[in-house]
C-alpha cells in the first residue's frame, strides 16, 4: 500500500509541473494572438504613389469646348480597416507643373491671372470626415487650400480595388473621388464669365503600403 501511494506522489509531482507549464504556454499563445490582433487592427500609413495619382480638371471654354488639364499628387492616406470611416487623407497638389499638352498655356496657367504659382506652388487637401456607406463607395469631407485660399469640399468616393500590386508586391489601395469647385472662391478670376468658373476635378490614384 505504501508502494502503491509513493508511486502516485512522484506521479502527482512529476505531472504539476507538466500542468504548469502548459498553461503558461497556452496563456502565453492566447497573449501573442491578441496582440497580433490588435497590431493588426491598428490603422495603416499608405503613401501615395505619384506615378500612378493625378487630378484632372475639366473647364468651359467660352461655351465651345471643354478643356482639360493635369496635376501631380503625393502624400498619404491612413486608412483604417476595422472602422474605415475613421481612415484619413492628406495630399499635396503640384500646381506648378500643370499638364495641358500645350506649352504656351501650361505657361499661362503658372502665372498671376490663374494659379499665380511663384507665390503659391502648392494645393494641398485635408479629410476631416469620411462617409463610406458599403466600404467601397462614399463621401469625404475636407478643406482644399488653392490659391492661398482654404474652403471645405466635399468629394464623392470610390474604392476600386484593395490588394498586392503584381507589379510591386505591394498592398495596394486603387481610389478615383469626384467634385466640382468654383475658382472664383479661390481667387482666380480671369476671364469670367465666358471662361467657366464651375471647375469639375477628378482625383484618380493608388497608395501604397510600404512593406
Known sequence: MQRIF??????????????????QQNSQTQNSTTTTAKTSQEPQNYSID?????????????????????????GNLVVDETTPNNSKVNVSIDVSQPVTG??????HLKGKEFFDVAQFPKATFVSDKMDLTNGKTGTMSG????????????L?????NV??????????IGFTATTLIKRSDFG???????????????????ANLPK
Request: aromatic share 8%.
Open 50 to 74: 505619384p506615378h500612378h495619382t493625378y487630378v484632372l480638371w475639366f473647364i468651359n471654354h467660352m461655351g465651345f469646348s471643354t478643356q482639360v488639364g493635369k496635376f501631380p499628387v503625393s
Open 102 to 107: 500645350i506649352p504656351k498655356l501650361d505657361e
Open 163 to 172: 490588394g498586392i500590386s503584381p507589379i510591386t508586391q505591394q498592398k495596394t
Open 6 to 23: 509513493f508511486h502516485l506522489l512522484t506521479l502527482a509531482l512529476l505531472i504539476s509541473p507538466l500542468t504548469l507549464w502548459a498553461q
Open 188 to 206: 482666380i478670376n480671369a476671364y469670367l464669365p465666358g471662361l467657366g468658373d464651375s471647375v469639375r476635378l477628378v482625383i484618380g490614384g493608388e
Open 143 to 154: 478643406t482644399l487650400t488653392l490659391h492661398g485660399v482654404s474652403k471645405p469640399v466635399t
Open 156 to 160: 464623392s468616393v470610390v474604392i476600386n
